[in-house]
């Protein structure tokens, strides 16, 4: 079954402890990108990336790290999270550019204390 | 920066009706689409429309696009209690990079 996988899909941890969220998708996507949803302000883009070893920042970068070292899979990670980080994650991937559309994750709750 | 706007930002019908919701866009866009969210849940692709359409089916939903206007509407007809989510129309810039969602329309559909 073509999928995006998330995990943890609920964490809740401490101001400044390190976390890593994974994100992995079985359909050899090309593009893969990291949102943030939070009320009253949609989804915004974190990081993305257009293939391996490619990133760049999307319109909410600050506070987060993202690495490509495989096709399948897109990590994100909050060296030193803080509270303002709570939020619902949105991991996505797509076949490429030009008109594909964008499968999505489960999602991963984190809140941060 | 946010691309597309959604309008409204809430719209509660019953079951039966039909559903308009409108997108609007700031950029030059190689086509728009439109996805679903059921709460809290992972977003839906629903469809795609390219620049050079300007209107298309799916089931029960008819989109349109405007680029005069930067503008798109979805309409969703003969509503069902199951069609209550959170829709969301997204952009995608000319150089293709990026993909770019507004902040969704909540659609309430009473049985």
């Known amino acids: 079954e073509a999928q995006v996988t998330q995990n943890p899909r609920y964490l809740i941890t401490v101001t400044g402890k390190k976390l890593t969220v994974t994100c992995s998708q079985n359909?050899?996507?090309?593009?893969m990108s990291w949102y943030r949803q939070d009320p009253g302000l949609g989804l915004r883009q974190i990081y993305y990336s257009m293939n391996v070893e490619v990133t760049d920042k999307g319109d909410v970068p600050e506070g987060y790290k993202v690495s490509r070292k495989e096709k399948r899979n897109f990590p994100l990670i909050l060296e030193s999270p803080s509270p303002n980080q709570t939020s619902l994650y949105f991991c996505a991937s797509r076949r490429g550019a030009g008109g594909f559309e964008q499968y999505f994750g489960p999602g991963t709750r984190l809140t941060v204390t | 920066s946010q691309q597309g706007e959604e309008d409204p930002q809430a719209l509660s019908i019953q079951e039966g009706e039909n559903a308009t919701m409108n997108c609007s866009y700031k950029t030059s866009i190689n086509n728009l689409q439109w996805y679903r969210q059921n709460s809290g849940r992972g977003l839906v692709h629903l469809i795609l429309i390219r620049s050079n359409e300007r209107e298309k089916h799916s089931g029960r939903l008819r989109v349109t696009l405007d680029t005069s206007k930067k503008s798109s509407s979805l309409l969703i007809t003969a509503s069902r209690a199951a069609d209550t989510a959170s829709y969301f129309c997204?952009?995608?810039?000319?150089?293709?990079?990026?993909?770019?969602f507004g902040e969704g329309t909540q659609l309430t559909v009473n049985p």
């Open positions: 359909m050899n996507h090309e593009y």
């Open positions: 997204a952009t995608e810039e000319t150089s293709g990079s990026r993909l770019t």
